[in-house]
């Protein structure tokens, strides 16, 4: 049996993880550079939207499975972040319609591809079958959030002058909620996860996790790049 990491290099190894998070997508890079058309960018916060809606129903799925007060306290803010009033599900229905959508059609998610619908969804069933420290484990791309929000915040103004900047808020209030959450999960992982197999498996994890992220970015990039939607060749 090969022996456990320290916890610095465990640490080192997630975090270097970070070069398969879908701010290097081809579709993310298009978006930073500022080349990205009106409806690539609508399509993106429609098909995300179905994203931001499923994290507190992900996070209530985790707490409910979890046997530590401490960590359901803890755990707790994350649904509060997405689900309160002026929370991230608002923030995001703000920046749909400063990106020209109307809030209705955002909420009836007219616009969500059959396959960021799946992968979503299939973080969320991921989240409620597994040990509630794996689930929490697989959070851990919170690590490389912060700069993909502060790329959006520090771009888009130029980028994209026909976006209101009210809408904006999401990616600022992110900027903090995702480093505090980062503390939490990194710290459940670092101390949990402490042989070599389990080690290995929170790897996979992180990988499913990062999957899921890349796998809208590739529907996203189907859709509105390629102009091959699902039926794109199917007379309706």
Known sequence: MQEAYSKEEFEAKLRDMGRMYHIHHPFHIRMYEGTCTKEEIQGWVANRFY?????PIKDAAIMSNCDSLEDRRK????????????????????????????????????FLLPSVKFAVDAYVNFARRSSWKEAAMSSLTEMFAPQIHQQRLSTWPNNYPWIEQKGLRYF??????????????????????????LQEKAFSILQFK?????????????????????YFNVAK
């Open 51 to 55: 994203y931001q809606c499923m994290i």
């Open 172 to 197: 600022q209030k992110r900027l903090s909620e995702a480093r505090r959450d980062v503390q939490h999960g990194l710290a459940i992982t670092l101390e949990e996860f402490n042989t070599r197999e």
């Open 210 to 230: 990062l999957d899921i992220l890349w796998t809208m970015c590739d529907a996203l990039y189907l859709a509105y790049e390629l102009k091959r939607p699902p």
């Open 75 to 110: 755990w707790i803010d994350r649904i509060t972040d997405h689900d309160s009033v002026g929370g991230g599900i608002e923030a995001w229905l703000e920046l749909g319609e400063a990106v020209g959508l109307k809030k209705e059609d955002l909420i009836s998610h007219k």
